[in-house]
């Protein structure tokens, strides 16, 4: 997969090759314009992935896709314990 396929794939990520002194190294995407949550990051989402190639960096990207999807479907909590459905998490149809 080159760069612009990956590029094209991912929209949300701006996507680059690393470069040292001998030349090309690594593959890196970072996030565009978001700042993730405290809850995304321990549950392993990331600002920045690197893989030491394109099919690295595409399963680290997979990754990060796959966790946003979790994060998306589960209840999420406020700060008086309940979900977006005035429950406690773990005790369904009480408030």
């Given amino acids: 997969m080159t760069l612009q396929e990956l590029a094209t794939r991912y929209p949300d990520w701006v996507i680059w090759r690393g ?3 001998t030349g090309p190294q ?6 565009r314009a978001v700042s993730l949550s405290m809850e ?6 990331a600002q920045t992935v690197c ?3 394109a099919p690295g960096l595409l399963v680290e990207l997979e990754r990060q896709t796959e966790i946003a ?11 008086d314990g309940l979900n977006d ?7 369904r149809g009480e408030p």
């Fill in 69 to 79: 999807l979790r994060l998306a479907a589960a209840p999420t909590t406020g700060k």
């Fill in 51 to 53: 893989g030491d190639d």
């Fill in 26 to 31: 690594g593959w890196y995407a970072t996030r």
């Fill in 85 to 91: 459905r005035g429950e406690h998490p773990g005790r």
């Fill in 19 to 21: 470069a040292s002194e």
């Fill in 40 to 45: 995304q990051l321990t549950s392993g989402m």
